[in-house]
DNA sequence: GGACGCTCATATAC
DNA sequence: CGTATATGAGCGTC
């Protein structure tokens, strides 16, 4: 039984309507007379065609507006002479951000609280921002979730630290970091209301936290699904959608993908009832102004995922447009509102069907490949999970013929050069602050609680076997091997490749990087031969320095400093023996790290190689390192010169 | 501008 | 383990 909206209030003939977008091609080309420049926050030295952060006006309606604007306020006035771009003018005062201090993050001790930055209503679809634009755009979305999670993890340790003694209710982290962020002027996108896709994040990208979206400038609400631009500072006087979360909170809701059937807001009690009729307003009324003007909206999903940082995760789905709506009666009796949206072909594919896929993969392969798996464990039982080797492009089985190693083997008689195996801790229940391992690690554990690692730092001591701390204990993470699924894979581009069928959280432990170690001098000998070695040294991790750097939200952050160590020496035989991380591919732009490690000897001079997540990596991402080798010198390993 | 109410969060207790 | 409850941040609304 359904019945339709009734007319939108207003004569539709005042408002004209915009050209129909393009399925194929949902981002047209921008006429001249419709680009607006702005100042924004990121300096991009791009070629002159796309230096200009081009945005264009989502509709012809709020193109004649911007011209009331103009008058009615004068704090807009038209610039550049040469293109007739419009340029806002700066705000009269630059806002002082407030100031943390590192001993106490709480602001309670500023004495001047500064406004906080309001949401714009300026509505813009961002436009043409070309590939190196794209990639920029993409660099400063990469820090911001960088520092995001650096600072959701600072305060989750502090919190710990604080902890001794006193039971307090643990607080928000994830909130309590968007705030902090949100008070220094990090948050992403606020001095413009986006309608479209967000420049720098991709579909398929993954989050964890709702704030995450906010910071983002995904989604600018923490709890109701709607995102839109209300009607009152909207240039024509009707609330717009921008955004809708995904996530099963009214039971009306059917998703299948590609269409959804997405249930209004309201109407629900406090236990999330539908208890009430709905009503046309808030954000049903945007989702219907903006199927109105055919203007699409972009989707999230939560998905739920049994994960040591949150157990939902939200997945960027890319752009929908909103087809149908009507007014329906719902499964509690009361009357909600449904909106059909469509997934905008040419796009990528979805993040949550790679998800479903890659579960599949885990549990129940051949059902959805039946064909192409050569093994599926390569490790042949030497790992804690299987490894699987898979290949639908070609004959090529090339990993099934070396011996699969699963550690790193160190030349005899080094290990214990330097041994003095007293030097452990005492620690029975796990190590905890102050203790010597502690200690031995700069002051500061290398590994958050959920063993994912905090920053890059020269060397990690791990807990080792004269250690009397149990399996458990926070410093020991990579002696425990894999802990997700990977699969070594055949593709066109990159020959041998590597990913993951679980999502990676950044500072997450992948693997050792396994050779057969060797001196300086075996080395020399093996190249003349001519086999192949790797040389750790080349590894190049100089993109992530920064990596858990808070110095823009604590002023005076200072970058731990860390004992240096000796520089790496050896090579890794993997003409025989190796493991998965060979054939990781060669990136300048990588997604996966390196980080020494000791854990089972103590010889600075021999530390094990090992691999980290740089970032949330979805599944089936291929992984990618930097070997040190130049771009046009394709080949995975660094052979020795 | 400020208080209030709403919301497809999140953490924890039972 | 699901469910109930407590504590919310941000934003829209009035």
Request: aromatic content about 10%; some cysteine.
């Amino acid at each position: 039984m359904t019945s339709h909206i009734p007319p939108f209030n207003q004569s539709p003939t005042l408002i004209p309507k915009p050209e129909p977008l393009s399925d194929s091609d949902p981002q047209a080309p921008i006429p001249p007379s419709s680009i607006f420049n702005f100042n924004t926050t990121v300096e991009a030295p791009l070629e002159p065609n796309l230096l200009c952060r081009e945005f264009n006006n989502v509709a012809e309606t709020f193109r004649s507006a911007f011209a009331q604007r103009l008058k009615r306020h004068e704090d807009v006035t038209v610039l550049d002479s040469l293109t007739g771009a419009i340029v806002p003018v700066q705000e009269e005062e630059e806002p002082v951000p407030i100031s943390y201090s590192l001993n106490d993050p709480s602001p309670s001790l500023v004495t001047r609280k500064p406004k906080p930055q309001e949401r714009s209503s300026e509505l813009v679809r961002i436009t043409d921002v070309g590939p190196e634009g794209e990639r920029q755009f993409r660099e400063v979305v990469r820090k911001t979730r960088m520092i995001y999670d650096s600072l959701r993890i600072f305060l989750i340790l502090d919190e710990m630290h604080e902890e001794f003694g006193m039971a307090r209710r643990r607080g928000r982290p994830d909130s309590k970091a968007a705030s902090m962020m949100k008070e220094r002027f990090l948050w992403l996108n606020r001095d413009k209301r986006i309608v479209g896709s967000i420049p720098g994040v991709q579909v398929g990208d993954i989050f964890f936290f709702r704030l995450e979206l906010c910071v983002m400038g995904l989604h600018g609400q923490t709890q109701a699904g709607i995102d839109y631009l209300i009607g009152s500072r909207s240039s024509n006087g009707e609330p717009i959608a921008t955004s809708v979360i995904v996530s099963g909170g009214y039971e009306d809701d059917d998703d299948q993908g590609d269409v959804i059937i997405y249930t209004g807001h309201g109407g629900q009690d406090k236990l999330g009832r539908q208890a009430e009729h709905q009503k046309l307003e808030g954000g049903n009324l945007a989702m219907e102004r903006s199927m109105y003007y055919g203007i699409e909206v972009r989707v999230i999903r939560g998905f739920k995922y049994e994960n040591s940082v949150s157990s939902k995760v939200y997945v960027y789905d890319g752009l929908f447009r909103i087809v149908d709506s009507w007014f329906d009666v719902g499964k509690s009796g009361f009357g909600v509102f449904k909106f059909r949206l469509e997934r905008i072909e040419g796009q990528v594919e979805m993040g949550t069907s790679v998800l479903k896929f890659a579960k599949t993969l885990k549990t129940n392969p051949m059902s959805v490949r039946p064909s192409g798996y050569i093994s599926f464990d390569i490790s042949n039982r030497k790992e804690n999970a299987p490894v699987y080797l898979f290949n639908d492009i070609d004959n090529d089985q090339e990993p099934l013929y070396y011996e699969y190693l699963a550690n790193t083997s160190f030349p005899r008689g080094i290990l214990f050069q330097q041994s003095d195996n007293a030097s452990g801790c005492n620690c029975i229940n796990g190590c905890s602050s102050g203790c010597l391992c502690e200690m031995k690690n700069g002051g500061e554990f290398a590994y958050d609680y959920n063993g994912n690692l905090i920053r890059l730092r020269p060397l990690i001591h791990e807990c080792g076997p004269a250690c009397k701390c149990p399996p458990t204990c926070r410093n020991r993470v990579t002696q425990k091997g894999l802990r997700s699924r990977l699969e070594v894979f055949r593709s066109v581009e990159t020959g041998w490749g590597v990913r993951s069928l679980d999502i990676l959280h950044a500072g997450a432990f992948i693997c050792e990087y396994v050779g057969v170690a060797l001196t300086r001098e075996q080395a020399n000998i093996l190249t003349m031969n001519g086999d192949t070695l790797v040389y750790p040294a080349r590894f190049s991790s100089a993109r992530w320095k920064a990596w858990g750097d808070l110095s823009q939200v604590f002023p005076d952050y200072e970058p731990p400093s860390y004992p240096q160590i000796p520089p790496v020496d050896f090579a890794m035989d993997v003409s025989k023996m190796r493991n998965v991380a060979c054939y990781i591919s060669h990136s300048t732009d990588s997604n996966v790290i390196v980080q020494l490690v000791l854990h089972d000897h103590n010889n600075l001079m021999f530390p094990r190689v090992m691999l980290f997540a740089a970032e949330n990596i979805p599944p089936m991402t291929e992984l990618s390192l930097d070997y040190g080798v130049s771009d046009e010198w394709s080949p995975k390993l660094a052979i020795c010169d």
